[in-house]
């Protein structure tokens, strides 16, 4: 059997401008429907680009394009259209149909589909949660495998590697809504009995080191579950040459990346709830100084995302407003994380850190080194940007491929980053505290902080009034 295309890690596929240098072309720079400059594919039709997908006995699509293409294409059309097309282009060009098939033939390109199907589905498994693209997948995998034993077995291989997949993901989902419903019940058991569960965080884990680590597991465990094309589905909106047909309707098949949101906002919240619990000054002012330590941590180990969210939550005006407990609190450790994660000059500082932890990644040893958790909004925003910022199509109806480069380029880093393993110990305890132990509302967290010190001003006053009343009805 001949070589198949080596597949290169993510790290390696883009080259520092963003664009492939070693892009299969055979003709000069205007072929079959492709535009091409310096080499580089900058746009081209629909229906070339999805030829440009397909491989033949003699090419094979570079895996840059075929990750770029299967995750922008979804802006025009459905995967599972997508796979129709492709189905039917390799059945066609290979005459597959055809009764008296030549074995030669299906030897030469059999590796070669099998190899793109094999992208496909590690890449994006969850396209795969629809039953239309899994009939064409089995489809397209048996017209294959009548040709050899040898690719029977690849292709159980294939389906077997896929099904877990689908099977984790599905069972990862469950385990959230039993979470969410944990959290949920927890909190009215809080409401009416504060007393009977009341742990707090210092006593649940008296190590901010300990912390950030289980912090570290939480984030990676969710960020794995994020699929590649759930940033492209963060802002589908219609393709302009379909007059009404949204291109989405029920293609969107996972939500892990709004439940990584969540988790955010969860934490901050968190953060918020135990520094305004405490009735003693100098337990809030020992908490505070406890989440500082733990966003130190956390920015050692590169993971941004939990800092930014310790660091918001220590930033809501119930938490900021507590001028005699910040007092007691030593706060040059926070004022250094703060200039950090400073917002202005679009994040200029936040964007030196994570550079100089994707670096470290890059060279790393151990798994340790390799950590890289970005803070997320930030990383959706840059995304959100980057495709509001140009044109899908070109004024020709190219589809403008220079634009799905960068997307691709963006995305595949977050590739890298999420395939790391935690090396670090789990604590089941502190996991269970994380994700189950109720947090307090606005409402409840500005009551707290007027209880542990009193309104300083009308306003303040009017809203203390207000609340308790609330709170006794």
């Known amino acids: 059997q001949e070589r198949m295309p080596q597949t290169p890690p993510f790290a390696a596929m883009f080259d520092s401008s963003g664009y492939n240098r070693n892009l299969y072309q055979s003709k000069e720079d205007n072929c079959g429907g492709l535009y091409y400059h310096d080499n580089n ?10 030829q440009h997908l397909v491989p033949n006995v003699d090419y094979y699509p570079d895996r840059t394009y075929i990750f770029t ?3 922008s294409s979804r802006l025009f059309m ?4 997508l796979m ?7 059945i066609e060009q290979q005459r597959l149909s055809e009764p008296g098939l030549d074995k030669n033939r299906i030897r030469k390109i059999a590796p070669k589909i099998l190899q793109l199907l094999t992208e496909w589905t590690e890449t994006f498994p969850y396209d795969f949660r629809d039953e239309r693209m899994m009939r064409n997948l089995k489809e397209l995998a048996q017209r294959i495998a009548s040709g050899d034993e040898m690719y029977r077995k690849n292709i159980q291989q294939l389906l077997q ?11 990862y989902e469950e385990v959230l809504a039993k979470i969410n419903a944990t959290s949920t019940d927890r909190l009215t058991v809080l409401k009416t009995k ?18 950030a680590q289980q912090l570290t ?23 302009p040459l379909d007059n009404d047909k949204s291109c989405y309707g029920d293609r969107k098949k996972t939500r892990n990346l709004e439940a990584y949101v969540e988790w955010f906002n969860r934490l901050s919240y968190l953060v918020a709830t135990e520094i305004c619990m405490p009735v003693k000054k100098k337990h809030r002012a020992r908490v505070i100084e406890y989440f500082i330590d733990v966003a130190r941590e956390c920015f050692n180990i590169g993971n941004f995302n ?4 310790i660091i918001s939550g220590m930033n809501m005006s119930p938490v900021s407003r507590l001028k005699k407990t910040w007092a007691k609190v030593k706060t040059a450790k926070f004022d250094i994380l703060e200039h950090q994660m400073d917002p202005s000059s679009n994040f200029y500082n936040y964007r030196t850190a994570l550079r100089g932890a994707a670096q470290r990644s890059l060279t790393a040893h151990s798994n340790r080194e390799k950590i890289v958790i970005p803070f997320f909004s930030l990383l959706i925003k840059d995304i959100y940007f980057l495709n509001e910022g140009c044109a899908n199509r070109l004024p020709n109806g190219h589809v403008n491929f220079e634009k799905f480069w960068e997307l691709a380029k963006q995305v595949s880093e977050f590739m890298t980053w999420k395939q790391v393993e935690c090396p670090f110990e789990r604590d089941r305890k502190i996991l269970q505290y994380l994700l189950t132990v109720p947090v307090f509302s606005d409402d409840a967290l500005y009551l707290a902080s007027y209880e542990s010190e009193s309104p300083e001003n009308h306003i303040e006053k009017d809203r203390w009034k207000t609340l308790r009343f609330v709170s006794k009805v």
Request: aromatic fraction near 8%; hydrophobic fraction near 40%.
């Open 217 to 239: 597991h939480v984030e990676l465990e969710r960020l794995n579950y994020i699929g590649p094309e759930e940033f492209v589905q963060a802002f589908v909106q219609k393709d």
């Open 194 to 211: 504060p007393q009977s569960i009341q742990r707090d965080i210092i006593t649940v884990c008296n190590d901010p080191y300990v912390l």
């Open 78 to 81: 459905h995967p599972y259209e």
């Open 84 to 90: 129709a097309k492709v189905y039917h282009l390799c």
């Open 306 to 309: 939990s800092l930014m969210a």
């Open 69 to 71: 293409f299967l995750l």
């Open 41 to 50: 594919l900058l746009s081209g039709s629909l229906e070339a680009l999805i």
């Open 161 to 171: 590697n896929l099904i877990r997949k689908l099977t984790t993901v599905s069972q």
